[in-house]
């Protein structure tokens, strides 16, 4: 199983970015699925999650701002940032817990640089 997370880039502040990871099964092989954000010398930090009913979390630094959604047909999860902010920038990880036949097991995806300048 893999997940391919896309989408990063170059923003300015106030800008919009979406970000996507496609895994390589079935959506609904996985109990929940989310991204976590990690900047430089800073630990990794969930970000959002999304389970397998649509049932979304945020914390409480990002809500209002992004917005997880998925794909069922495409096998792919997204994050819509809004009004990025210089403090958004990070390396962000998709990552998702399997079920079923997958169950217990960790995913990660290889992780997208969002950097946002002032």
């Known amino acids: 199983v893999q997940l391919q997370a896309s989408g990063g880039g170059l923003v300015q502040a106030g800008g919009s970015l979406r970000l996507s990871c496609e895994a390589s099964?079935?959506?609904?092989?996985?109990?929940?699925m989310g991204w976590y954000r990690q900047a430089p010398g800073d630990e990794r930090e969930l970000v959002a999650t999304?389970?397998?009913?649509?049932?979304?979390y945020y914390v409480d630094s990002v809500k209002g701002r992004f917005t997880i959604s998925r794909d069922i047909a495409k096998n792919t999860v997204y994050l819509q940032i809004d009004n990025l902010k210089p403090d958004d920038t990070a390396v962000y990880y998709c990552?998702?817990?399997?079920?079923?036949?997958?169950?217990?097991?960790?995913?990660w995806g290889q992780g997208t640089q969002v950097t946002v300048s002032s």
């Open positions: 099964t079935r959506i609904f092989s996985f109990n929940i």
């Open positions: 999304i389970t397998n009913d649509g049932s979304a």
């Open positions: 990552t998702a817990h399997g079920r079923l036949a997958l169950r217990g097991r960790d995913y």
